[in-house]
């Protein structure tokens, strides 16, 4: 295949894709054979406790960290065998960005402009202008608010297809939080791009995400559109002598007091909720995306 | 509590890492000063100069500890502990300072109150310089400058000076000083990260933090004009070697010559003082007699080239590995930004400056070998000190690039055995004519040689490891220790 067929090949494969990634820390498993794929344009919130493996699937996602099992796939291309010309399309902010320390926002900027073709000087300026951020102060002497802020300005100003973001919003204030949240939307909208980012605020996702996915002790519990989440989950609540009855395939399940037990269900394909749905005194009750997280996370 | 936990208090306070490799240097050293001197081989001079060593090592690396764990220990409500690291200073006293006081004979020109004094300040001076405000702590350099140019020839200057009318004075002053520093460092009156921090808590800091933390509290704490300007003139993708250099920081960040001279002001103004120093001493001892002083001032800088070339390549394999371990720091640039992933350019960044900066120092280390006149085996082995170090980089920098670092026991144990050969290695060379050392001559060499072999097999077969490693890697970047 020449270089032209394989560019176009590579522009119609998924932005990102992992197949069943296995990984552990001493021993402990963080991510049990996780499958996820992010289609072209999409912003996908990665939502999920502390722990729950967030950071190391998005290691595993970019190619930074080599699983135990499983592989993951970026523009088509292995990620830890990633081309250059894949490289040039993509952005990743790390949580607390600790890179180049002894460089200024100027120089970082100066330095990192050189591997972007598309690097936008006029908005890495304009950002730090509106963020208050000195050009030409060490980035060691800045914030960590602040340095987050250099951080997403890079990551932005470069152009990215793909823009990766491991909760870029933890050390943000409010409204910085609010003007990147419309920037990723803006990027995704108008520019096409793809945006996994992952986040413990259910209402950023709710803003800007248009899938998300859940994980919980190392598996993916969840993955879909966010406005089908009302839709496709709710709270399956039995009664004590029908407590027997909970769907095997339930998300979650918790025994109360009174021998009653909630649990999180999803429809099947034909859009109907489980059998014990219909038991007598059982009752479904609608969810919120908060409320799904912290039932299913509880 | 009892004394044998108060005995491990100490070690209670200081970081894994670092606790293996004190362990393992004081054990060693003990070892073989327990072993020789069992022998009858060495005179009391000899024990008396060795014991001095062991202790001024086991009071700047060891006793300081105790004040970080007192300074913990208040913060977390539990007077006891905070009380009980004091005691076990008491302790460590008593038992390096007042047992070899009493045990080890004392050199012929000194009595036994003076053995036991200047054992005193050998562990007074260290402590002091770990516990004092960084300010304060210059001094103690200074301090200590003046004791290590009168240790030699201290028994002989005693007499002279009387040893015992300004040392008794000087430790008193030393001891009031540490006990000051202690309560204002334990109350909490200043933050680890400020410059008057003591070195202890300084040191730990980066220690703990074991990652670019460390390094960007340095850079933080820097005054502007003495930060490094990076030279970001030839970067980009087509100039991998660079641009690689630039995001691994320190000692790898290309500059220009005007900041490379800036930031190395201090250094040189330091050397420069130590050097009058040395000379003005030397000279009011010995006006008639050039040659004699001269020969000192050689001997000395071999002495300080020879450590300055391990302490490069440790500092530079310290930061490659902090640099591969920290995985939200500069390793997902570097495996993210295009035109980086190439093995050799990596390679070649990571060696050319920690080589580079040697080749100066194995030039001015030859230059006063031979102005020392050794005999071509000495010199071997005092080039060889730099062989060593340059080897020991070479190896770290395939391992941590090939993933393959061994476990800390074993980079303790191979960092013992590196600080053991590398300073009889210029020891011996540089002194034995002038000394007294009983060991026959051959027999160190042989054993020096050994010991040269051994290790070079050890790294050689590490550099294997490493460069496997970095072969089957699917790209350098991945993060150690995950």
Redo the contacts between chains.
């Keep these: 295949m020449n270089a032209v067929l394989k560019s176009a090949a590579n522009d119609t494969a998924w932005p990102l894709q992992a197949r069943g990634i296995v990984h552990a820390?001493e021993g402990r498993y963080v991510l049990q054979g996780v499958d996820l794929t992010l289609a072209p344009g999409s912003v996908l919130g990665l939502i999920g406790r502390n722990g729950a493996g967030k950071?190391t699937l998005i290691?595993a996602l970019?190619?930074?960290?080599?699983p135990q099992a499983g592989e993951a796939f970026v523009f088509g291309e292995?990620a830890?065998?990633?081309s250059?010309?894949s490289?040039?399309r993509?952005a990743?902010v790390?949580?607390?960005?600790?890179?180049?320390?002894?460089?200024s926002a100027a120089?970082m900027f100066?330095?990192?402009s050189?591997?972007y073709p598309k690097w936008d000087r006029a908005y890495a300026q304009r950002m730090l202008d509106r963020w208050q951020i000195v050009p030409n102060k060490?980035m060691?002497?800045l914030s960590p608010g602040e340095r987050q802020r250099v951080d997403l300005i890079r990551a932005l100003a470069s152009q990215p297809d793909l823009l990766v973001l491991d909760e870029p919003v933890a050390a943000l204030d409010p409204v910085a939080r609010r003007e990147l949240l419309r920037e990723i939307a803006l990027r995704a909208g108008e520019q096409g791009a793809t945006v996994l980012f992952s986040t413990h605020i259910v209402s950023d996702l709710e803003r800007v995400a248009s899938d998300i996915a859940f994980l919980h002790e190392g598996k993916l519990l969840l993955h879909c559109a966010t406005d089908d989440t009302k839709e496709c989950y709710a709270r399956l609540w039995l009664p004590a002598d029908q407590a027997v009855h909970v769907p095997a395939d339930a998300l979650s399940r918790r025994r109360h007091d009174d021998g009653s037990v909630s649990c999180v269900v999803a429809r099947d394909a034909g859009a109907r909720w489980p059998d014990a749905a219909n038991r007598p005194g059982a009752r479904i009750d609608a969810l919120g995306l908060e409320d799904l997280f912290v039932e299913i996370a509880e | 509590m009892n004394a044998a936990k108060l005995f491990l208090l100490p070690w209670w306070g200081a970081p894994t890492l670092t606790r293996g490799l004190i362990g393992g240097l004081l054990a060693i050293l003990m070892l073989i000063f327990i072993v020789v001197a069992a022998t009858g081989r060495l005179g009391a001079r000899e024990m008396y100069g060795a014991w001095c060593f062991i202790d001024l090592l086991a009071w700047a690396l060891l006793m300081p500890n105790a004040l970080v764990l007192a300074r913990d220990a208040r913060a977390l409500r539990l007077p006891a502990l905070e009380r009980d690291a004091v005691l076990s200073l008491i302790v460590y006293a008593v038992a390096l300072i007042v047992v070899p006081g009493l045990l080890i004979p004392p050199p012929a020109s000194l009595t036994s109150v003076q053995t036991l004094l200047s054992f005193a300040l050998f562990a007074a001076v260290p402590l002091a310089y770990m516990c004092l405000p960084g300010y304060l702590a210059a001094f103690i350099i200074v301090g200590w400058l003046i004791l290590n140019q009168l240790s030699p020839n201290l028994a002989a200057v005693a007499n002279m000076m009387n040893f015992t009318v300004w040392a008794a004075p000087m430790l008193l002053v030393l001891l009031l000083a540490i006990a000051w520093s202690w309560r204002r460092t334990v109350r909490g009156a200043i933050a680890a990260a400020s410059h008057s921090a003591p070195m202890v808590l300084k040191l730990r800091m980066s220690a703990w933090k074991g990652s670019d933390k460390a390094d960007i509290a340095q850079v933080r704490q820097r005054p502007d004009w003495l930060r490094a300007q990076p030279d970001l003139r030839r970067c980009g993708p087509e100039f991998p070697q660079q641009s690689l250099r630039v995001v691994l920081g320190g000692l790898f960040l290309p500059q220009r010559w005007t900041s490379r001279l800036r930031t190395w002001l201090w250094a040189v103004l330091w050397s420069s003082l130590f050097v009058a120093f040395m000379m003005l001493q030397a000279w009011s001892r010995h006006p008639q007699t050039g040659w004699l002083w001269r020969a000192g001032l050689f001997a000395t800088l071999a002495w300080g080239i020879g450590f300055g070339a391990s302490m490069v390549a440790l500092i530079s394999v310290l930061r490659l590995g902090r640099v591969w371990q920290n995985v939200t720091g500069e390793l997902p640039l570097l495996a993210l930004l295009p035109g980086l992933g190439a093995r050799g350019d990596l390679l070649r960044a990571m060696l050319a400056p920690p080589l580079y900066t040697q080749l100066p120092l194995l030039a001015l280390s030859l230059i006063c070998a031979l102005s020392l006149h050794l005999r071509p085996a000495a010199l071997a082995f005092v080039l060889l000190t730099q062989v060593g170090a340059i080897a020991f980089v070479v190896v770290f920098v395939l391992l941590i690039a090939g993933g393959k670092l061994p476990n800390k026991w074993l980079v303790s144990v191979l960092g013992c055995a590196g600080f053991v050969l590398v300073s009889v290695s210029l020891f011996v060379p540089t002194l034995s004519d002038a000394s007294t050392i009983r060991l026959p001559a051959g027999n160190l060499a042989d054993w020096l040689i050994a010991g040269w072999l051994a290790l070079g097999a050890i790294l050689f077969c590490l550099g294997l490891r490493g460069w496997r490693g970095l072969v089957q890697r699917p790209h350098p970047f991945l993060p150690n220790g995950t």
Excluded: E, N
């Design positions: 820390y950071s290691r970019l190619g930074l960290l080599q292995p830890l065998r990633m250059d010309a490289k040039v993509i990743y790390p949580q607390q960005p600790d890179a180049l320390a002894w460089l120089q100066d330095y990192l050189r591997f060490v060691a002497k």
